[in-house]
């Protein structure tokens, strides 16, 4: 595109453009830019991939953001400012546990509860939606099963 063709994607406001070079940007909004914001950005280490893109548009901090940082750098760099602008950020670390968010899929079973059963005693027998545990056990044993291991029961 040349600069006036790239001009009409703009929005009026900075802070709802994206960034794609120092002088070039376009509209977050759709409607405005008539382009999706997706961006596939290629490059070998040392281009300035995180530099010169990634920051300046992380660091604008206009709406939800979803970044795949593998070396944790963006975050390093870039997280503490999120913070004071009010975001929550929460990190998958898969190498170390300990700093990473946690999920547990056991909130999810339900207990039954008989309205009857809890009006006439305070102390009733909870229970459990069996289709709810059934389903999770399900679930980890098809997601974790491997190829290359035999299965010992009998």
Known sequence: MSPKDIEKKKDKNFEDNM???????ISKNMQISGMNRHVILLGRPGTGKSRYYFKPNILSATGSIIVTD???????DCGYSLKKKGYTIKVLNLDDKSQSNHYNPIVYVKETRNFDEILENENFNHQIQEDDVMTLINTLMANTKSDNI???SR
């Not at 593998?70 to 390093?76: A, I, M, T, V, Y």
Request: charged share 35%; net charge neutral; aromatic share 0%.
């Open 70 to 76: 593998p070396k944790g750098e963006l975050l390093r």
């Open 150 to 152: 035999e299965n010992t």
């Open 19 to 25: 960034i794609l070079t120092k002088s070039e940007q």
